[in-house]
């Protein structure tokens, strides 16, 4: 088996902003080989653009990947089509030139017999100049932006599994197909997600849940492990009668999404992961001791989270967060109890793994805000980046929030929100 690397390079004059306006456009008939074009809908809501081009009669499919708007870029798959090849996978990526106007990369990487490959490549790379031209010459004037849609009004209403322990929601009105599920961060409780289930229940059904010990919900009798979270969200899945799950969690909330994903990847039709993704397992011992050691200090000395509550908020919030998402912020923080408080920095530091990527089957959406100090941007984009090389068929989006902090959905929920459920409207039956 041969393999081949196409890499052409061109430049528009046009602003990214107006070039990635075409090029983003994955089902779009703007490339001038291409006949006509359709989308399709893969497994677990994946993207698929099948399409022919002038004067032959093969039908091309393609998956899209990876997408991401921040990054104005997109990955996809070969599916069917090209005769021989053993794999191919390509990235389109827009990015702005030091003298002005836009460069723009297209890449792909081919296996394929060696009496085809060079065919493959030769052939690939035509494609790829020929796109490049169409998109320059298409992009003429940056679009306005469009204003993200204001957040609808829902009934929200307050649930409680009384069990050992007693687990708080808030749901929205039941709906067909998958049932979303919040889980909010170390700081926080489900109140934080209130402008994410109004903007969901039009979509499909959803909850959120105060984590074990958070707000009205109660501590085990013993010490809470990543795998009781994870029961937690399967006794929460049969309450409300959900065979399909989708999971959004913000930061400790993202690591037990991602930990129950990886344990139950069929239970899954959607993993939606903000401000952070794999918490300490990928950290050595010596720094999982060092972070909980250090957290653990202020409840030694007495203290409860409200007292220590400002100084966190200021570690949280963005620079230009207002008063009143501050203040959002210092109440939950304020209003969790030392033990749970405690309990949860234990559980964080000793996952019981590392998050094997590979398990991650379903639609991945990973979001972070542009000011986040504890899972910045570059941080989240690299790991968003092994979840698309790593698991089969890979269906990862990944963005940044402008102006948020790291909690991302409290600070900027319009933006938050139109995210959302652009990405719900492919799960939703």
Same mark, same amino acid.
């Given at each position: ?98 003298? @002005? $106007?836009?460069?723009? %990369? +297209?890449? &792909?990487?081919? *296996? #394929?017999? =060696?009496?085809?490959?060079? /065919?493959? !490549? ?64 170390? @700081? $926080?409780?489900?109140? %934080? +997600?209130? &402008?994410?289930? *109004? #903007?969901? =229940?039009?979509?499909?059904? /959803?909850? !959120? ?65 903000? $401000? ?154």
């Amino acid at each position: 088996m041969a393999r081949e690397a196409v890499h052409v390079i061109g430049f528009a004059a046009a602003e990214p902003a107006a070039v990635w306006a075409v090029a983003r456009d994955f089902c779009g008939l703007w490339h001038p080989a291409m006949a006509t074009i359709r989308a399709e809908r893969g497994p677990h809501g994946a993207r698929v653009r099948a399409f022919t081009t002038h004067g032959e009669e093969t039908l091309y499919r393609e998956q899209l990947t990876w997408f991401s708007d921040s990054d104005r870029s997109y990955a996809y798959t070969h599916l069917q089509g090209i005769e021989g090849v053993e794999s191919y996978d390509a990235r389109l990526t827009i990015a702005a030139a030091e003298e @002005g $106007g836009t460069v723009i %990369n +297209w890449t &792909a990487r081919i *296996a #394929a017999p =060696a009496a085809r490959a060079k /065919a493959i !490549a030769d052939g690939t790379r035509a494609i790829f100049e020929a796109g490049i031209a169409a998109l320059a010459a298409a992009a003429t004037e940056t679009p306005a932006p469009t204003p993200p849609a204001p957040t609808p009004s829902a009934a929200l209403e307050p649930m409680v599994l009384d069990a050992t322990p007693r687990l708080a929601l808030t749901v929205t009105p039941p709906r067909p197909g998958p049932l979303c599920l919040f889980l909010h961060g170390i @700081g $926080g409780g489900r109140g %934080n +997600w209130d &402008a994410q289930l *109004a #903007a969901t =229940a039009p979509v499909m059904r /959803a909850a !959120a849940l105060d984590l074990r010990g958070y707000g009205d919900s109660s501590l085990g009798f013993r010490q809470s492990t990543v795998d009781d979270y994870c029961d937690d969200i399967l006794r929460v899945a049969e309450a409300l009668g959900a065979e399909q799950l989708v999971l959004c969690g913000l930061s400790y909330g993202s690591w037990i999404a991602t930990s129950f994903a990886t344990r139950h990847p069929e239970r899954l039709a959607g993993l939606v992961l903000s $401000g952070g993704c794999t918490g300490m397992s990928e950290a050595g011992p010596e720094e999982r001791e060092a972070f909980r050691v250090s957290r653990e200090v202020p409840l030694n000395a007495g203290q409860v989270p409200a007292d220590f509550a400002p100084a966190v908020v200021k570690v949280l919030a963005s620079p230009g967060a207002s008063q009143a998402v501050r203040d959002a912020l210092l109440a939950s923080m304020s209003a969790i109890p030392a033990a749970t408080y405690r309990d949860a920095l234990v559980c964080f530091t000793n996952p019981l793994e590392r998050l094997d990527f590979a398990r991650l089957t379903m639609p991945v959406l990973m979001m972070t805000g542009e000011f986040d100090r504890l899972a910045p941007p570059a941080e989240i984009r690299a790991v968003s980046a092994r979840i698309a090389e790593t698991a089969p068929r890979a269906d990862v989006r990944f963005e940044v929030i402008p102006g948020a902090g790291h909690v991302c959905n409290v600070e900027e929920p319009a933006a938050y929100n139109a995210l959302l459920t652009d990405f719900f409207a492919r799960l939703a039956p």
